[in-house]
């Protein structure tokens, strides 16, 4: 009787102990496998591995800890989103005259109120200035409206616009002026 009772505590600590075993192996491979996933740094990956490897449940939480934040792929994702958004700031526009910041809809700058884009006539939307039809309804735009673009859409297209509002607006400001005159002179 006392031969069987032996034995089978010798059994279940086989058994208990094989268990240990397993879940321990399981932690390593796990921590191998996450902290393949958040570094390709092979002296933190080796570290993180023997620490659970040596010190294993209490090694498990210190890796918790000390682990990377983000994954590799989460990194990777975070970085697209800020080119993105960068990207995004980078192709908001600035008033070619005054540099206020204009939205890609506005008709005319905020400040300084240089004509942006020209309304078609027909459907009413914004047009660039050198479209000469709407391309949504097919309207011809009056050709006064039109600003000639002699280079390719690019930095110097850009440039050739930038001049054209120049003068623009200070035709504008000159019959502002005339305006105020006629207005002021009666007095
Ligand atoms: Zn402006
Ligand atoms: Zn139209």
Redesign the pocket.
């Known amino acids: 009787m006392t031969i069987d009772l032996q034995l089978i505590l010798q059994v279940f600590l086989a058994v208990l102990g094989f268990y240990f075993l397993a879940f321990w192996a399981s932690l390593v491979v796990w921590t191998y496998r996450d902290v393949g996933a958040r570094t390709q740094d092979i002296f933190v990956q080796a570290l993180a591995v023997a620490m659970v490897l040596f010190f294993n449940v209490p090694g498990l939480f210190l890796y918790y800890i000390l682990r990377p934040r983000e994954t590799l792929a989460e990194a990777f994702d975070r970085s697209l989103e800020e080119e993105t958004l960068l990207r995004d700031l980078e192709e908001r526009d600035d008033?070619p005259?005054?540099q206020?910041p204009i939205r890609a809809d506005y008709q005319l700058?905020p400040?300084?109120h240089?004509s942006l884009r020209n309304v078609c006539g027909e459907c009413g939307r914004l047009l660039e200035l050198h479209w000469e039809r709407c391309p949504f309804c097919g309207t011809e735009v009056p050709r006064e409206h039109v600003v000639a673009v002699t280079v390719e859409p690019g930095i110097e297209g850009e440039v050739a616009l930038e001049a054209k509002a120049r003068e623009a607006v200070t035709e504008e400001a000159m019959t502002e002026e005339a305006v105020t005159e006629d207005v002021v002179a009666p007095r």
């Open positions: 008033c005259v005054c206020h700058c400040n300084c240089t």
